[in-house]
């Protein structure tokens, strides 16, 4: 029996894929195939699922209600498309900003002297340590209204004798977008700095060598070959930032309710599954064309180079 | 035009170590590069040579002492307003670009016309035998089609100087060889000045027309390849480039064209030495003769002939070495194996007798170290 397996590699790999296949399958394949079951059902009245087809969950969430005569105009609610555009414009925002902030701070990494490089990764990788809703908490200590940067503000004002009115900065849709940036831009430098620290440096004088100023150099050389971790950060960013509701809660309360907050109330207040399965759905299908175009367009990480 | 393409002078560039020490990487080196010419920098690695290439690029600029490019102080003039360009050890070819964009890069960077950079980049890619290859990625091609399209990007550029930072190193032995000869027509063609980077001396010799031999940051020899096998300027140089023979001495008499030394390894003395300037009777002198230039006789001439005891003999194809003792010496000799012949008994043997030649025009008198 050993001696056999010994021989057939095709056997040793699915041994060897066997017990995260089973995981994929038990935890992510049957979930999903259940959630797109659940998501054509019924709600009943007490919030169990009435199992049937019915395509009322996604009419709702396209903002058609079915409670009244389709085809009147006070039918039309757009509510549910709001949130969904809220979160896919709050995720691009995210995104670039984190790219904004991140490039140049993986740029510094990448070029500082290798004894150093270390010091500064474990630096970015620090706040991971601590939780992350704890961490959306401490942004709350500092943007409330008796929060820290008030206190200073105020204390500052104080001293050059000028009125001061506290900030409100809390549950606003700026609070969700420092939060969202602050909790994920570890994941936007990490590859960034590992496709920078790649391009070896005889690239940079072979550009200079050439003809081109720092500048062109940069365009011509540094962000083309640096593009994989850009992606690949876009990635790591983009779809968490889609689906998060955590942010959004703490940091915007009743205020800014994204896609992933509606689903969770779907599920633990309104309790109606069904609903909050549509919406999923819609989520993941939204998530996946956008990755879909960028990835055609960007390529996935290494094909860059490779091509 | 100015004298030289290229001049180094007084030239000291200085590194901190990673102990925190003081280096001179470049030590007081002065070149002068005729255009035209094909000049090697020749030596082991940390002797210095690529840092001066550096230097000459722009992409190090000197602790001391002025670089100047067609009689122009450099300063801290950057790469891309030097008139060199350099074909980088690495190739350091840009992966995400095609061959002809590689090649099309430095003229981009100039704002050249759309058109004539295709012709020219055409031009450059036939220049290197790569017509064809436009469209591939630089990972697409072999070692050494990558390393003539380094060559063809830095050309493009016509500059006034080209630098190669030991260009042949990566690709194998019959590769390197055609490469050498390649580079080699290709210089004689364009008239390009070109200075190349090498450790290996048989490369230096094959195409160079000027070699600086350099050690410790410093220029041990300057000169053609004859130049520096046959007077080696010194003991580091006489053992760096080929093999020699390295026998203590004292001299004995001077005159103004012969000189006696007395080699009491060999319990003897060599006469009618060629004179080099700066020696003294009675100054302790180190003498040097090439193994290829000592002959094994039949009979004692009058004049350096030794007898002897072969110890070990290698055949190596081209030559026989034949290791012998004379006095309390191991004397190298080659001898060429100019007949062709399987009898093991027509070699010599371990334990022969034999007569050593050392003609006097083949022996060097060096300072001793």
Known sequence: MLQRLRENKPAQGTLLAAPTLLWMIGLLIIPLLLTSVISFGRRSPDGDVIFTFTLDNYTRLLGYSTDCDTGQASCFNPLYMQILWRSLTLAFNTTVLVIALAYPLAYFIARAHPKRRNTFLFLVLIPLWTNFVIRVYAWMMLLRTQGVINLVLGWLAGLINVPFAPLEMLYTPGAVLVGMVYEFLPFMILPIYTSLEKIDNSLYEAAADLGASAIKTFWRVTLPLSMPGVVAGTILVFIPVMGTFIVSDILGGRQVILVGNLIQRQFLDARDPTFGSAASLILMIMTLIVTYFYTRKFGFGEEIVAA | ?369
């Open chain 2, 1 to 369: 035009m100015a004298d030289f393409a290229v001049e180094l002078r007084d030239v000291v560039k200085q590194f901190l170590t990673p102990e925190g020490n003081l280096l001179n990487a470049v030590d007081h080196v002065t070149m002068q590069i005729k255009n035209g010419e094909f000049f090697s920098m020749l030596g082991s690695s940390g002797c210095g040579k690529t840092t001066s290439l550096r230097m000459i690029a722009g992409f190090e600029w000197p602790t001391e002492g002025e670089v100047y490019i067609e009689g122009k102080a450099m300063g801290h003039t950057p790469p891309f307003q030097r008139k060199v360009n350099t074909v980088f050890q690495s190739y350091a070819l840009f992966q995400h670009l095609t061959v002809f964009q590689n090649v099309a890069f430095g003229l981009e960077m100039e704002g050249a016309p759309k058109d004539e950079i295709e012709k020219r980049v055409k031009h450059a890619l036939e220049m290197v035998q790569l017509t064809g290859m436009e469209r591939r990625k630089p990972k697409q091609l072999s070692g050494g089609q990558q390393q003539r399209v380094a060559v063809a990007r830095a050309l493009v550029k016509v500059p006034d100087v080209l630098l190669l930072d030991e260009p042949l190193g990566a690709l194998d032995l019959k590769l390197r060889k055609e490469m050498q000869l390649e580079l080699k027509e290709l210089q004689q063609q364009l008239g390009i000045t070109f200075v190349y980077v090498t450790h290996d001396q048989e490369e230096a010799m094959t195409m160079s027309d000027r070699i600086a031999v350099m050690s410790k940051g410093k220029v041990q020899q300057m000169g053609t390849p004859v130049e520096i096998y046959e007077r080696p300027a010194n003991r580091f140089v006489a053992d760096f480039i080929g093999e020699s023979n390295f026998l203590d001495g004292k001299i004995k008499s001077l005159s103004k064209d012969e000189a006696v030394v007395i080699v009491p390894e060999l319990n003897a003395e060599l006469t009618g030495l060629p004179v080099s300037a700066g020696l003294v009777s009675g100054q302790d002198v180190t003498v040097s003769i090439r193994p290829e230039k000592i002959r094994i006789a039949d009979k004692r001439l009058d004049q350096n002939s030794f007898t002897g005891e072969v110890k070990n003999t290698v055949y190596i194809g081209t030559d026989t070495h034949v290791f012998v003792d004379v006095g309390t010496k191991r004397i190298k000799v080659f001898e060429q194996n100019r007949i062709s012949r399987l009898d093991p008994g027509s070699y010599y043997t371990i334990g022969q007798q034999v007569m050593l030649v050392m003609l006097p025009e083949n022996v060097l008198i060096l300072k001793k170290e």
